[in-house]
C-alpha cells in the first residue's frame, strides 16, 4: 500500500508526532453501513482495520513517571530513537538531583570553598584583604538558586527539543499500559502507552529517635530550606550525605559534630581512603564520633540536647540544629505497583539487567529500584530502559559506576576497594602517588591526598581506583573509561598525560602498581 508521512498533532506542540497512515486520496470516505456504488468490499474494511488500529493506538510510545536526571534522561532517549514520549512529574523537571541534591549543595559547597579561600587562606596565596570577611548567606542561597533554575529551565528546553509532552501530576499505574495522572487541580487524566517506565526515585529515610522532630530537626531538604548557618549543628550519618553538609557548614563557621553508627565514616569506601578523609576532617574541627548512636533528643533552653550512645559510654551533645542523614528510600508508595504485579522488595522495585520489572511493558530506574543512589547511575538505567522500550535489547553494567564525595579534597571511587578484594579472596597488586609531589597540586595550593589503584598482579586488569585529592571526581572518568573499555592498568601508565596537571598523578599511581613510577621519592 502506498502510504506516506502525516504529520499528527493533539493540539499540544510538545505531542505532535510523525506517524504512518494509508494515504486517504486512494480511499473512498468510509460511511458507517457503507456505501453503495462507491465502496468496494477490501477498502473498506482496510479503512476499518486502519480506524480500530487508530482508535486502540496508545498515546504515546513510552510514559515516564518521575523526571529526576533518571527519567528526563529515559525520555530524551526515548525520543532520539523515535519514541512519541510522555513524561509526568508531580513536582519539579530535574527530579532531586537538579532540586534539593547534587546541584544546590555543590553550588553551596562552591562558596563555602571560596569564603574559606579569601577569609583564611588569602595570604598564603599573596592577597592581602583589608578590613573584614563575612559570609552574605542569603547571597550563597540565591546564588544557589540561580544555579538550580538555569539548569531546570535547561531540562524544560531539551523536553520541548525532542517534543517530549510533558505532564505537571501526580502518577498512578492502572495498568501495564496506562497511567492515571492527578493533576494540580485535583482532575484526572489516563495516558496509555507501549511501556512504562517508573523513575519516581528516593526520599529521606526517618529514624525512628525519640525526640527527633520540631523545626530544629532537618533533613537534607531542611538543611537546604535554613536561611541561617546554625551555630552548632549535629549530624546523624557519616554517608556522603552527612559529611558534605557537616564539612560545608563548618567552613561556613558552625560547631560540627557528625555521629556514625558504623566503625568508619563514607562505610561503602576504601577504608583507607575514608580514614584518611577523617583525618583531615578531625584538623579542621569537625567533631566525628564514630561506632556511635544518637539515642535521644530532647529540647532544652532553646537547644537540641542529643543523647550519644558509643560503646558503653553515654554523652548528652547541645546543638541548634540536628540533621538526619541516615540514608532514602524508595519512592513506591502508591503508584498501583501490587494492583498491577509489579514486584517490590523492601520498597525498592525489582529489575533485571535490561531495567524490566515483573510486569511485561513496565521498567524501573533510578533510585527506585535501590543500588547505587547516584544521578549517573539513574541516567545511565535510563537511557537502557529506554532503549529496550524502543525495541533494542541494551544490558546495565554496575561494574564500573564512580561514585564522589565533594569535600576538600574530594574522594571519587570506582570500582572494588581493598575490603572488597579481601573478602572475595582475589589477589591484587596496590599503586599509590601522592598529590604533594604533583606541581600543578602545589600551584593550586592542594596538596592532601593521593590516587590509589588495585589491579590484578597477572594481568594488570584495573579491579579499581580510589582518589582523595583535589578535583578527584573529575579525574576518576579517565579509569572509569580504562575499566569500560577493559584497558590494563599498564595502558594509564604509559598514557602521555599533560604537564602540568593533576592527572599526572594518575599515570604516576598505575605506574606504580608495577614499581615504575618515575617521580616517587
Ligand atoms: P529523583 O531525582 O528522586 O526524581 C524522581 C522524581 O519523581 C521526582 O522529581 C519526584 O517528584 C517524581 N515523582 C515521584 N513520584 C511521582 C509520581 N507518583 N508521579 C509523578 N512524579 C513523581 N547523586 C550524585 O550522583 N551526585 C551527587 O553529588 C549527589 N548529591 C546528592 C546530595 C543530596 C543532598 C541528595 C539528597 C542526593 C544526592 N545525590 C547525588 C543523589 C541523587 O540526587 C539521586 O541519586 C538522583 O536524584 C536519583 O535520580 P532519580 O531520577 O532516580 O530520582
Known amino acids: 500500500m502506498d502510504r506516506r508521512k502525516v504529520k499528527k498533532t493533539d493540539g499540544d506542540i510538545n505531542s505532535s508526532v510523525v506517524i504512518d497512515r494509508p494515504a486517504t486520496r486512494l480511499m473512498p470516505p468510509f460511511v458507517p453501513g457503507g456505501q453503495p456504488g462507491v465502496a468496494e468490499g477490501p477498502l473498506i474494511s482496510e479503512q476499518v482495520e486502519a480506524m480500530m488500529a487508530q482508535m486502540n493506538t496508545p498515546d504515546a510510545d513510552v510514559i515516564v513517571i518521575g523526571a529526576g536526571p533518571g527519567g528526563y534522561v529515559a525520555a530524551i532517549r526515548a525520543a532520539q530513537l523515535g519514541g512519541k514520549v510522555v513524561i509526568i512529574e508531580k513536582d519539579a523537571l530535574g527530579g532531586v538531583c537538579l532540586n534539593r541534591g547534587c546541584i544546590p549543595t555543590k553550588a553551596m559547597l562552591s562558596s563555602a570553598e571560596a569564603f574559606d579561600l579569601i577569609a583564611r587562606r588569602n595570604s598564603e596565596f599573596g592577597v592581602n584583604v583589608s578590613g573584614e570577611v563575612t559570609l552574605d548567606y542569603p547571597k550563597v542561597l540565591d546564588r544557589r538558586d540561580k544555579v538550580v533554575k538555569q539548569l531546570v529551565g535547561g531540562v524544560g528546553f531539551l523536553m520541548k527539543k525532542y517534543n517530549v509532552r510533558v505532564i505537571t501530576g501526580t502518577a498512578k499505574l492502572i495498568s501495564a499500559n496506562t497511567v492515571e495522572v492527578t493533576l494540580p487541580d485535583g482532575k484526572t487524566e489516563k495516558v496509555t502507552a507501549r511501556s512504562i517506565i517508573i523513575a519516581t526515585g528516593s526520599e529521606a ?14 533533613d537534607s531538604d531542611g538543611a537546604l530550606a535554613a536561611t541561617e548557618v546554625p551555630k552548632r549543628l549535629l549530624v546523624i550519618g557519616g554517608g556522603a550525605i552527612g ?62 540536647v542529643v543523647t ?26 502508591g503508584l498501583g505497583l501490587g494492583e498491577i504485579g509489579v514486584k517490590t522488595e523492601k520498597g525498592r522495585i525489582t529489575v533485571d539487567d535490561r531495567m524490566r520489572t515483573s510486569v511485561a511493558g513496565v521498567y524501573a530506574i533510578g533510585d527506585v529500584v535501590g543500588g547505587m543512589l547516584l544521578a549517573h547511575k539513574a541516567s545511565e538505567e535510563g537511557v537502557i530502559a529506554a532503549e529496550n522500550c524502543m525495541g533494542r535489547d541494551s544490558k546495565m553494567s554496575y561494574k564500573s559506576v564512580p561514585a564522589a564525595v565533594y569535600t576538600t579534597p574530594e574522594v571519587a571511587t570506582v570500582g572494588m576497594n581493598e575490603e ?49 585529592g583535589p578535583h578527584a571526581t573529575d579525574l576518576i572518568q579517565e579509569v572509569v573509561i580504562a575499566m569500560d573499555s577493559e584497558a590494563t592498568i599498564e595502558v594509564i601508565g604509559r598514557a602521555i598525560h599533560g604537564h602540568p596537571t593533576l592527572s599526572e598523578v594518575v599515570k604516576e599511581a598505575a605506574l606504580d602498581v608495577n614499581g615504575e613510577s618515575i617521580h616517587k621519592g
Open 205 to 218: 529515610v526517618k529514624l525512628p529517635v525519640p525526640g527527633l522532630e520540631g523545626d530544629n530537626v532537618w
Open 243 to 304: 559529611i558534605e553538609w557537616g564539612y560545608m557548614f563548618r567552613k561556613f563557621g558552625s560547631e560540627v559534630t557528625i555521629v556514625e553508627m558504623m566503625d568508619q565514616i563514607l562505610p561503602l569506601t576504601d577504608s583507607e581512603i575514608a580514614n584518611d578523609l577523617k583525618k583531615i576532617l578531625d584538623k579542621m574541627g569537625i567533631r566525628i564520633l564514630l561506632g556511635s548512636m544518637a539515642s535521644k533528643v530532647e529540647h532544652k533552653k532553646g537547644a537540641e
Open 308 to 333: 550519644v550512645i558509643t560503646g558503653d559510654s553515654e554523652q548528652q551533645i547541645e546543638a541548634d540544629k540536628v540533621l538526619v542523614a541516615v540514608g532514602r528510600s524508595s519512592v513506591s508508595a
Open 420 to 468: 572488597q578484594l579481601k573478602e572475595q579472596g582475589i589477589e591484587y597488586k596496590v599503586g599509590r602517588f601522592q598529590f604533594r609531589a604533583n606541581g600543578k597540586s602545589l600551584g593550586i595550593g592542594e596538596r592532601e591526598g593521593y590516587v590509589k589503584f588495585l589491579a590484578d598482579p597477572k594481568y594488570g586488569e584495573i579491579l579499581g581506583c580510589h582518589i582523595l
